[in-house]
């Protein structure tokens, strides 16, 4: 168990006391305990009446009672020993997504005279969610012409959950013609790359199956594969290719919808059908209901289609392919970074988390008549509520 006057992390709360009577009698103290996810129901938390300095028997009278923001029934009190346990499925990944920092934040208070305690539940990740591919079989394009030493993007698994639970490591199955390389990128994740390490022929072999297996940092690990489905191309020898292989845009959240992006550009050094190029969108990440992205297939011009939410998401990844004409075709790749920024498009939220209606006409002054929280969505500056 840990004392401190530090802030719960996320958006800033705000408590107002109206007062009536000499200030004083509310405290201040924080508790802080910690449970790993998945707890079992009546897994114990901690002597929440002991370290907040109560006695058991003034629970009752004095009207003890928690209230928590968002779900109310995940920690209750057992008001007979003063123990604070689990009392419904604990979920981090469902509470919290993949932020590193993850708590329940309650705030106790007693009547007789008022005091507010703030309590915060650090929730512990558990390595509960393995690997996961996002289809069961990739396929991947090559030609077989392609010179030794080439690269090809794979799309890596994703895990739920945190720190070393989430991190990834890949294996490729036992094969002669690829190995496999792991490229990390600008924001610490890696992608899975075969490397071609045998010359192709068609003719000789005009498909390959091979197992991709990740496996996280978790003790036990968990596992995740994938089948690469490997078809050889007869020579259209030039891929498309992008003027850089990455690209970055900022924008603000609430943008119209139809505002552009980028004007992405690919080339081709072939000639006729084999140099036309057509574009289209591989992949979005994370998904989402909101916002999505449209390419013209033509101009590789990318537009918003929906509404940019910096409280849903802050970031979105956008896979882009270019493929030409050829007979048959080959394929460039690039991605797409955009970043949203906070507008401050979030009105403050106030939930009275303590009431005392009706004030008799002969209430002393600096009485405590209501306690009001206040919080907001927003971030920085635009979520600081004054």
Avoid at 12 to 25: K, V
Avoid at 279 to 284: A, E, K, N, T, V
Wanted: proline share 5%; glycine share 8%; hydrophobic share 40%.
């Amino acid at each position: 168990m840990v004392f401190s006057r530090r802030g719960g992390p996320g958006a800033p709360r705000l408590l107002l006391s109206l007062l009536l009577l000499a200030a004083g009698e509310s405290g201040s103290c924080q508790v802080h305990y910690s449970v790993p996810e998945e707890a079992k129901h009546g897994t114990f938390v901690g002597r929440i009446a002991q370290d907040l300095g109560l006695e058991l028997a003034e629970l009752v009278p004095r009207l003890f009672r928690v209230a928590s923001k968002g779900r109310r029934d995940l920690l209750e009190v057992n008001l007979q020993n003063g123990i604070l346990f689990v009392n419904s499925r604990i979920d981090r990944e469902e509470l919290c997504g993949r932020s590193l920092e993850c708590s329940i934040h309650l705030e106790v208070i007693v009547d007789r005279p008022l005091q507010v305690f703030h309590v915060e539940v650090e929730v512990k990740d558990i390595n509960d969610n393995p690997p996961v591919f996002r289809e069961e079989e990739q396929k991947v394009l090559i030609s077989e012409s392609a010179p030794l030493d080439s690269h090809f993007p794979l799309e890596g698994a994703s895990d739920a959950d945190i720190g070393v639970n989430s991190l990834l490591t890949y294996r490729l199955g036992l094969n002669e013609y690829f190995t496999l390389k792991i490229i990390t990128k600008n924001d610490k994740s890696i992608l899975p790359e075969l490397v071609l390490r045998k010359s192709l022929d068609r003719e000789e072999t005009p498909q390959l199956n091979i197992l991709l297996t990740s496996q996280d940092g978790g003790k036990p690990e968990l596992t995740g594969s994938v089948q690469i489905k490997i078809s050889i191309l007869d020579v259209n020898d030039n891929a498309p290719q992008f003027d850089k292989p990455g690209y970055k845009v900022v924008l603000f959240e609430n943008v119209p919808n139809g505002t552009r992006v980028i004007q992405l550009n690919a080339s081709d050094l072939d000639e006729g059908l084999n140099r036309e190029i057509s574009y289209g969108i591989r992949l979005i990440l994370p998904v989402s209901e909101k916002c999505m992205f449209s390419i013209n297939p033509e101009t590789g011009e990318i537009r918003i289609y929906g509404k940019l939410d910096f409280e849903e998401n802050i970031e979105y990844e956008i896979q882009v392919n270019a493929i030409d004409k050829g007979i048959p075709s080959m394929a460039g790749h690039c991605t797409v970074l955009v970043e949203v920024l906070d507008l401050n498009d979030n009105t403050p939220e106030v939930m009275i988390t303590s009431l005392s209606l009706p004030v008799r006409e002969d209430t002393q002054v600096g009485t405590v008549i209501a306690l009001i929280s206040v919080s907001d969505r927003d971030s920085g500056a635009n979520g600081q509520v004054t």
